[in-house]
């Protein structure tokens, strides 16, 4: 399996980015339409009723701008997942929710969990660290790109601002690396030249069989005239440096 066969564009890099924007702004809407609070249904640590927003946190937000931030991420992220991964692109976003929710309930601190910032550091940790891993040279050019972009979230997975889930960025991030780890997915081999094959032979190289032992072009010799055919030599003249008065420091030829 070649690059051209495995990175392959299909309909579920547009669809999948599409219904998971489309999703997170039908339920802001929903609220703002009916005018109601559906805050409460987000992660509230280590309590009974809180596990239900394992399932339903990344769905909710506080404000347009929570996510409109949230938006942009989760678009492009999930496209990369699943141009580049499309074999557990699902696996990673189902698991990736269900785990870094329950990483944040056991950690949270006693608050409503909201946000779709969780899943997005799950992306973001698994593109980076699978490229990685995988040492193909397109996802660690991926992953590089990824660090480039989002590279500042990483300092958001510590307490450093008031009123952000850093709880649920350190879940995401973590899960993210508990799946490059864990997860497997086939990659395309490297392309193999004929001279790297193991029962690769000089004499059946049909690009070598142009040449004569001499390295000489076997079509050239033969078109050439009778007296041009002698193999061309080459001359070369060496000129000795001369140094003028070690007072005057420059150096001619």
């Known amino acids: 399996m070649t690059d051209n066969t495995y990175f392959k564009f299909s309909n579920s890099v547009i669809i999948v980015p599409l219904l998971s924007i489309i999703s997170i702004w039908t339920v802001f809407f ?17 309590t009974l009723t809180g596990l ?7 769905f909710l937000h506080a404000s347009v701008d929570h996510l409109y931030n949230n938006t942009i991420p989760i678009a492009i992220l999930t496209a990369a997942l699943v141009y580049f991964y ?17 990483i944040t309930w056991l950690i949270g601190r006693p608050s409503y969990h909201i946000g779709a910032s969780g899943i997005i550091y799950v992306l973001v940790s698994f593109i980076f660290f699978k490229g990685i891993f995988s040492k193909h040279y397109r996802l ?38 508990l799946l490059a780890i864990t997860l497997r997915t086939s990659l ?8 790297e094959l193991e029962d690769y032979n000089e004499e059946n190289d049909e690009f070598l069989k142009h040449f004569d032992e001499m390295g000489n072009f076997i079509e050239f010799l033969k078109e050439a005239p009778e007296e041009n055919k002698e193999p061309p030599r080459f001359i070369y003249h060496y000129k000795k440096l001369k140094k003028e008065d070690p007072d005057d420091g420059d150096i001619q030829n």
Do not use: C, Q
């Open 52 to 58: 239900r927003g394992i399932v339903f946190s990344p």
């Open 140 to 177: 660690v050019a991926l992953s590089l790109i990824v660090v480039f972009i989002y590279g500042s979230l990483l300092w958001y997975i510590f307490p450093v601002e008031d009123g952000i889930s850093w709880e649920g960025h350190m879940g995401g991030f973590i899960t993210g690396l």
């Open 188 to 195: 395309p081999k490297p392309k193999k030249y004929d001279w």
């Open 86 to 102: 499309r074999g557990i692109a699902f696996k990673v976003l189902f698991i990736g929710i269900l785990l870094s929710g329950f």
């Open 30 to 46: 929903f609220e703002i339409k009916f005018k109601i609070n559906l805050n409460d249904y987000g992660i509230y640590p280590r």
